[in-house]
């Protein structure tokens, strides 16, 4: 753990086996049944968003109400790619960009796009 990042608890609250295949940057809310714990969000709850998660590895298969223990990104000093937030959600409805990217702020987490061209200066 470090000022950022903790480590915690992170709970399918999914009504079913979850699979994420790109789970980097995927937002969380607190859980709704136990202390310092996270949940997936869903979409309509981007308001609700108090972290993300930094995982690499597809999240995969896990069971209805339990959990993986999980590194979330809590509050900044950080800046991530905005490009690399989901844009839909574990269910597959889509999420409101705007929203996570002014949840997110709230933490001090800032979310620019990046850059698609880099100019340079030559004489």
Same mark, same amino acid.
């Given at each position: 753990?470090?000022y950022? #990042?903790?480590a915690?608890?992170? /709970?399918? #609250?999914?009504?079913?086996?979850?699979?994420?295949a790109?789970?980097?940057? /995927?937002?969380v809310?607190?859980?709704?049944?136990?202390?310092?714990? /996270?949940?997936?969000?869903?979409? &309509?709850?981007?308001?609700?968003?108090?972290?993300?998660?930094?995982? &690499?590895?597809?999240y995969?298969?896990?069971?209805?109400?339990?959990?993986?223990?999980?590194?979330?990104?809590v509050?900044? $000093?950080?800046?991530?790619?905005? &490009?690399?937030? $989901?844009?839909?959600?574990?269910?597959?409805?889509?999420?409101? &960009?705007a929203?996570?990217?002014?949840?997110?702020?709230?933490?001090?987490?800032?979310?620019?796009?990046? $850059?698609s061209?880099?100019?340079?200066?030559?004489?």
């Open positions: 753990e470090d950022c #990042r903790v915690a608890r992170v /709970y399918n #609250r999914s009504n079913g086996a979850l699979t994420l790109e789970p980097m940057c /995927y937002p809310k607190a859980d709704e049944s136990v202390a310092g714990a /996270y949940q997936l969000l869903a979409d &309509t709850e981007e308001a609700n968003c108090v972290g993300l998660l930094i995982r &690499t590895k597809p995969a298969a896990v069971a209805d109400n339990a959990f993986t223990v999980e590194r979330v990104l509050r900044g $000093p950080a800046i991530i790619d905005s &490009t690399q937030l $989901p844009t839909l959600d574990f269910a597959g409805a889509a999420f409101t &960009t929203a996570l990217v002014t949840a997110l702020k709230a933490l001090g987490i800032i979310a620019n796009a990046e $850059p061209l880099i100019a340079t200066q030559s004489e």
